[in-house]
């Protein structure tokens, strides 16, 4: 049985892919038994790591979509930007996947100077690239003729399965979390809602891959405001070591992930441990809507439409 | 005088070698010290320049810059014990080896050079489309006798896109007919020369479209990526079968690559002076022709890479929708033309 101390790094093997929001999550489950109030610089650190793992897993969706539609060239330019990202969390964390980096009450190590800028330098990167993804693929006629129409998800059906995020988003639904409540302080970076054209919300193939590419740009805004607004302060408060101890309670936290809502549900009996921890994962959800999603498609398109629901086997089989 | 003594003049043998002897020598020669190589340069070009383009490093393992990959990947194959292989004699190996044995068959139709052109009749240029068509009944065959019904979707999915690749290909082919006297190889190479605008695909607009309606239609039938890969044999064969399967559709790839560039680029034409005949004319126009067939086959495929895949129904829907009727079109123009012209 693991120590409330120690939990944190194995939580993120629920997806190694997007590790950082099962990490994020039970740390916040956490902090509101304990008490725990995170500085100003901990959370701007961990929005920048959230937005880093959403653009690292919404390049991944995208490698994966271009594999199931043979456009090996796109695939291997998605590729080597993921490279980039995937670097930065080796600069700040030590690892590429899994990092065990958000810890309760803040995080493992501060922010230097010099991955500030490299940061920067991969959000003017991005704004590039994603151009250029649009040039090479996103209006491909090949890819429109293959992806628009296909795979539909209406939004009651979507609704009805409990799917979250980007899925349901594309099937026009509404709801993002960074956007609710004072989540990690998403509102002080006054950002504004990307603008949704018909093609965003038709909730097919082409959909889905198209809110991917907004939530990309709006990734890239989001670090840009962060950056700016990179406060002093200690990057951990509280003091997280073998002895402590949370408050007997319980409590559910919700963090919107790259795949969608992950909630995290803990209980503590006052002791060394955690007494229970269940995490609800999005892809639980999007696999529900499997069957009538590939109702009367053809079998030469079931792998682009499995690609395009975007879920995470990890999180489904567990 | 025949073609085979042609040949046998061509090779510098006495007029009294049997015929039979000279052709099978000469086309296991030209397949080993001419088809081969070009097909291993090919393989390496394309994979060291469509992984230049997608910034990445391609091969660099396998000797200096990776000159030995392709090499290195047939041994992989040739000593990798299939998972799934099949029995001998059994009806999907029999279908398999008769395909693939028509198929390589092909070389003896090809033009491969102004003394090398061993079927040269009025209709030389129609055969290859009867070795096309035997390949796919016979791959037809293959999909039937494999277990299950994905050999059989498969092979259908071939049979369709083959199809639908040959009716345009065959617009294109009477097009050039009719620029040329008759359908032989030598016909349509004597009204072309060395230099690019002596060549047919620059004589009048029609060929000029007709050439990537050609290429196209040939990429339709052999399921070159963007066409969609057809796999009705691939899917159950891993090892030594798989690389035969590979290979024989860089095979067809380069068959028809040749007839095109035979067609409208001027054909196995050199400068005037060089066309002395003799071994080393032979052997020029061959080598000519060859490199012009894996010019053709490298530009098409660095332009395909870029380009998604489309699904197998999409492909026939081109062909019949688009492919076909450009080239109807192509040719009911050059003919109202060519009657204008002369009436």
Known sequence: MHLWSSASCYVGRVDPEAAVFYELAFCLAVETVGGIEPSARATRIRTLVCELGRISSHLGFLARLA???HAETFFHYVSRDRER?????ELLTGSRFAYGFVRIGGVSADVTDGFIERVSEACDLLSFRVREY??????????????????????????????????????????????QGNFLDYRQLDLEQPVRNEDDVRGDVFSRYLIRIREIQQSVEILRRTLELFPDGAYRT??????????????????????????????????????????????????NIVPS??????????????????????EVDR | MTSAAEWTIALGLSEVTPWAAVIAIALVAVFIFGVLPSLYFYSYLQRKWVSDLQARVGPNRAGPAGVFQPIALAMMNLLKRGDQEVGIFSPEWIWFHIRNAILFSSLALLPIGGALALVNTDLSTFLVFWVILATTLCTFFLG???????????????????????????FCLLLVSSQAPGLSWRGVSEVQG??????????????????????????VMMGVHPFGPSNAAV??????????????????????????????????????????GGVLTALLQTSWVFIKAVTVMLGSTLIASVLPGWRSDQTVQFSWIVLAPLALLLLLVSAAIRIGVSG
């Not at chain 1, 030469?300 to 995470?312: C, K, R, V």
């Not at chain 2, 090892?239 to 790839?253: D, E, N, P």
């Open chain 2, 235 to 276: 899917s159950l064969f891993s090892g030594r079968a798989l690389l035969l399967i590979r290979f024989s559709r860089i095979y067809a790839f380069f068959v028809w690559s040749m007839m095109a560039s035979v067609l409208f680029l001027g054909s196995w034409r050199l400068p005037e002076g060089l066309e002395s």
């Open chain 1, 85 to 89: 990202i995937l670097d930065l969390f």
């Open chain 1, 134 to 179: 649009n040039d090479l693929f996103s209006y491909n006629h090949a890819f429109l003729s293959r992806s628009k129409g296909l795979g539909v998800c209406t939004r009651e059906d979507a609704e009805k399965a409990g799917v979250s995020g980007p899925n349901l988003r594309a099937s026009g639904g509404v709801g993002d979390i960074r956007f």
């Open chain 2, 194 to 219: 060395f230099f690019p605008h002596e060549w047919l695909i620059l004589r009048s607009p029609g060929l000029f479209l007709a050439f990537p309606i050609f290429l196209m239609s040939g990429m």
């Open chain 1, 67 to 69: 594999r199931a539609c």
């Open chain 2, 144 to 170: 039937s006798a494999q277990r299950g019904g994905l050999g059989l979707l498969g092979a259908s999915r071939e049979t369709a896109q083959m199809l639908a690749g040959m009716i345009p290909a065959m």
């Open chain 1, 238 to 287: 509280g003091k997280v070591d073998r002895h402590f101890k949370v408050a007997q309670g319980e409590s559910y936290s919700r963090v919107e992930g790259s795949r969608g809502r992950v909630a995290c549900h803990i209980v503590s009996d006052g002791g060394l441990h955690p007494s229970r921890v269940h995490f609800a994962a999005p892809s639980e959800s999007t696999i």
């Open chain 1, 293 to 314: 999603v590939l109702r009367g498609e053809l079998i030469e398109d079931m792998g682009l439409i499995l690609a395009s629901l975007d879920f995470s086997v990890s």
